[in-house]
C-alpha cells in the first residue's frame, strides 16, 4: 500500500536554516492531509493540517503546502531548531474515511 | 493537558497466545483507533471505532484481532492467536470529531512475539 509516499528517509538541516519534508500521495480521494512529529519512544504527535480546498497553511514557524494537481505535499519549517529533530510523518485521510494513511517518515536531524 | 495512555509499555508474549493491549482515550473523545508501527516500516491504520462499533478497518485486522470499549474509559486490542509478525508497536489514537481532525495518539505498547 503505497498511497502515501515520503521518498526521503531522513534530511539533515543547520539550526536556523529551513526544513522542507515532502511527501506524495495517489489517491485522489484524500481530502485532508496532515503532518504529526514523532519523538523516540512516544506517539505521533499533531503538528498541523491542511484540506484540499486550500493550498498553504501556516502556524508559527511551519508552513504546509498542499499541490492537487501533483498530488505533493510539503511541510516547511523555518527556522529549524535542534528541538524539531523527530521523524515527520504525513497522513492522508478521505471524506469521512476514518481510515488515516501514513507514509513511512522523514527522519529530520537538525544540528546546531 | 488530557491525554491517550496506553499499557503494557512492552508486552512480551509467545506465539500463539493471546495478548490485550490496553488504552484509555482522552475522556471527552467519541473516535477510537489503533495503528502499528513494524520496527522501521510506516504507520499502519488498523481499525477505527465509534460509538460501540467498529467504523472501518484495514485488510490488516483479520479474525485474529478484536475491540471492545467494556467500560466508559478503556479501549483494548485483543490478539487472539499471536504471530511473530505480529511484533510491531500498537498505538491507540483518540479524537472528538472523525478523522478530519487530529487525533491524538498514545506512547504505544511494544509486542515482541517469540
Known amino acids: 500500500d503505497q498511497q502515501v509516499k515520503q521518498n526521503s528517509p531522513s534530511l539533515s538541516v543547520q539550526e536556523g536554516r529551513i526544513s522542507i519534508l515532502n511527501c506524495d500521495y495517489t489517491n485522489s480521494m484524500f481530502d485532508y492531509f496532515l503532518w504529526y512529529k514523532k519523538y523516540p519512544a512516544e506517539g505521533p504527535t499533531f503538528l498541523i493540517s491542511?484540506?484540499?480546498?486550500?493550498d498553504k497553511n501556516e502556524d508559527g514557524r511551519f508552513t504546509v503546502f498542499l499541490n492537487k494537481s501533483a498530488k505533493h505535499l510539503s511541510l516547511h519549517i523555518v527556522p529549524s531548531q535542534p528541538g524539531d529533530s523527530a521523524v515527520y510523518f504525513c497522513a492522508a485521510s478521505a471524506g469521512n474515511n476514518n481510515d488515516m494513511r501514513f507514509g513511512a517518515g522523514t527522519r529530520l536531524t537538525v544540528k546546531p | 493537558e488530557p491525554e491517550v495512555t496506553q499499557t503494557p509499555s512492552h508486552q512480551v508474549t509467545q506465539m500463539g497466545q493471546e495478548v490485550i493491549l490496553r488504552c484509555v482515550p482522552i475522556?471527552?473523545?467519541?473516535?477510537f483507533y489503533w495503528y502499528r508501527q513494524i520496527l522501521g516500516q510506516k504507520v499502519e491504520f488498523l481499525v477505527s471505532?465509534?460509538?460501540?462499533?467498529?467504523?472501518?478497518k484495514s485488510e490488516i485486522f483479520d479474525d485474529q484481532f478484536s475491540v471492545e470499549r467494556p467500560d466508559g474509559s478503556n479501549f483494548t486490542l485483543k490478539i487472539r492467536s499471536t504471530k511473530l509478525e505480529d511484533s510491531a508497536m500498537y498505538f491507540c489514537a483518540s479524537s472528538a470529531q472523525p478523522s478530519y481532525n487530529e487525533q491524538f495518539f498514545g506512547p504505544g505498547t511494544r509486542l515482541t512475539v517469540l
Open positions: 471505532f465509534y460509538n460501540n462499533e467498529i467504523s472501518e
Open positions: 491542511i484540506s484540499s480546498i486550500k
Open positions: 475522556s471527552n473523545h467519541l473516535y
